[in-house]
């Protein structure tokens, strides 16, 4: 009979505090693993390394500190798909107000790059000012 493997708590939340900034696979880079094993900590099939939360704070910190940074300008992420221009005007210091995208699968995706603060209005045929 397999004995359950002892998850950290704290590890674990900081893990999900970073993805909601970042694909599997740009964590994975970071971190220096594969992405299976970032889905493999998510999961708890294995257990996060207590080495890893300093890396993981660290990463956090960084965004804390892009996000206080003030926008040289703001944009509407129209027909989104999932984020390139986004990811592009962002690193030039631009600040995405809204966003639309009509594709549920790639709104899914949109929502794993950037989190559920970058509400996605769908088509923007229906849309009216006012």
Known sequence: M??????HTEPLNLLMKVRKHFTQR???DKLDVNRKTISRWENRQIPLPLYIEPALRDILRGICENHHQEASFTFIDLFAGIGGIRKGFESVSGKAVSTS???????????ANF???SPIVGNVVGLRNG
């Open 2 to 7: 397999p004995y359950p493997l002892p998850f």
């Open 26 to 28: 740009v964590l994975a």
């Open 101 to 111: 995208e009509w594709n549920p699968r790639a709104q899914k995706t949109y929502t």
């Open 115 to 117: 989190g559920e603060e």
